[in-house]
């Protein structure tokens, strides 16, 4: 099955600055790549996905890239603020019909430093 | 719209008990997944359920099992309890089967095993 490695488990910035959280997966079959926020006591929710005919995608601060070749998705937030202060988790699930579902990474808990 | 409710939101359990959590996905939605977030373990894939049939089950041991109704909800069942079953469990619904597509968090049942 589907293994997804991400990294950093922790990253600190300052406010301001960007952040980037890494992901690599295992199945070339993969084609759907999300992430997920979870803020302290709360539910994840997505925040951006990708498919793996984009090569990148913006929403306002947030972007995400895909390399398929090498199979590794980064999460990039710009102008960091305290609210996106969360664990984010990387996912990779195949598409409709998928047998795996969403396999997640491990998670990265970024800290707003003001 | 209501989204995911899960049922209790906490419970604690003597090691050995059995424990049965409930969830109710979203309308329209027939896929229901379970995963478990222990504690720096991120999210675990235990089970997916679609149209009433067991789909995938994780690297969990047969004591965890499930079913879904015909109305979709969904229960997780644990059997003979272990201290490191403590955790909090999660369930998440999807419009489209097997991924591909966003799914949708409820706000977990935090399980405690003494």
């Known amino acids: 099955g589907e293994n997804v490695e991400q990294h950093p488990s922790t990253l600190s910035v300052q406010e301001g600055d960007s952040a980037v959280i890494k992901c690599t997966y295992s199945?070339?079959?993969?084609?759907?790549f999300p992430w997920y926020k979870q803020e302290l006591g709360k539910r994840p929710q997505l925040i951006i996905d990708i498919r793996s005919n984009v090569g990148e995608k913006k929403d306002q601060r947030i972007a995400v890239t895909l390399n398929k070749t090498a199979k590794h998705f980064s999460l990039h937030i710009t102008e960091t603020q305290p609210e996106d202060s969360a664990v984010y988790f990387c996912?990779?699930?195949?598409?409709?019909?998928?047998?795996?579902?969403?396999?997640f990474g491990k998670g990265t808990h970024l800290i707003i430093q003001p | 719209e209501a989204g995911v409710t899960q049922s209790p939101t906490h419970l604690i359990k003597t090691r050995g008990q059995q424990v049965t959590l409930r969830c109710s996905p979203i309308s329209g939605h027939t896929s229901v997944y379970w995963y478990q977030q222990a504690l720096g373990l991120g999210l675990q894939f235990l089970l997916w359920?679609?149209?009433?049939?067991?789909?995938n089950r994780g690297n969990f041991p047969p004591r965890f099992s499930g079913r879904q109704f015909p109305n979709y909800s969904s229960e997780l069942n644990v059997n003979a309890l272990e201290l490191e079953d403590s955790a909090l469990y999660l369930c998440?619904?999807?419009?489209?089967?097997?991924?591909?597509?966003?799914?949708?968090f409820g706000q977990g049942t935090r399980l405690t095993v003494v």
């Open positions: 996912a990779a699930s195949k598409e409709v019909g998928g047998a795996d579902g969403l396999t």
């Open positions: 359920y679609d149209e009433g049939e067991e789909r």
């Open positions: 199945d070339s079959a993969s084609n759907y």
């Open positions: 998440a619904s999807s419009l489209v089967p097997g991924g591909g597509t966003e799914a949708f």
